[in-house]
């Protein structure tokens, strides 16, 4: 059943309202995210943002109604730049150890950026490790969900037999983690050069010490190009 003209236009017109709404709080997300590499989560207020993003105070509350509010906005927004980086590219390479591979040197690039802006997963992680509430739960499930997707690759990669059969997946998932944490203290905190050389050394130790010999076979099966998808955040 169609609508009559005098009902549609209303209907029209606030779906534009509500989409120049996304687009002002889209926006103010991308200023706030942009403003915390320098300033951290803590760093971030109404009333900084406001000058940042050139808009009136009452302007960004209407968005956000607590500054706690805004913090967990730029966590998922920094999450779904995170997800479409380095996780979505890696998908598209073969399930196994070339996805690992893809995981791994997808998330170096962006190491190298963060060396200058700063990695929001860990200076949060310094601000809020022993202050419980909504932004310290939103900080940890979107880094235990990149976490755990990146487990499942490590997992995908000894069934399709490119790892030893005895190798550990947890201890493999969790040297690669570290890789990165130490590369962020050395590079950005130290300063010290040929962090980011030592790091893909390390990479290559890894897969040195839990990779099959070569020309091994699988020793169980699966299925063509799995897909390790991350698990629900809260």
């Known amino acids: 059943m169609s609508l009559t003209p005098s009902v549609a236009k209303p209907t029209r017109s606030v779906g534009r309202v509500s989409q120049k709404g996304q687009q ?9 995210l942009g403003l915390s590499t320098q300033v951290g989560l803590e760093g971030l207020s109404i009333g900084v943002l406001a000058e940042v993003a050139h808009m009136s105070k009452s302007g960004v509350f209407a968005h956000f109604g607590s500054r706690e509010e805004l913090q967990i906005s730029v966590i998922h927004e920094y999450f779904n730049r995170f997800e ?24 170096m690039k962006r190491v190298a950026v963060e060396i200058q802006s700063g990695c929001i997963f860990i200076s949060g992680a310094v601000e809020f490790d022993d202050r419980p509430g909504p932004v310290r739960d939103a900080l940890a499930s979107s880094v235990q969900t990149w976490l755990n997707a990146l487990h499942r690759a490590v997992v995908l990669a000894k069934q399709c037999g490119h790892l030893l059969p005895d190798a550990d997946e947890q201890q493999m998932a969790f040297e690669i983690h570290g890789l990165i944490l130490a590369l962020h203290y050395e590079a950005r905190f130290l300063k010290k050069p040929g962090s980011i050389e030592r ?3 390390g990479f290559a130790n890894i897969l040195a010490r839990y990779g099959a010999p070569a020309g091994t076979s699988a020793s169980q099966s699966v299925q063509p190009n799995p897909q390790p998808q991350p698990a629900n955040k809260d």
């Open 84 to 107: 479409h980086e380095i996780f979505y590219p890696a998908l598209r390479t073969p399930s196994g150890l070339p996805r690992v591979q893809a995981l791994f040197a997808n998330w």
């Open 199 to 201: 790091a893909n050394r």
């Open 24 to 32: 002002t709080k889209q926006t103010i997300v991308e200023a706030a």
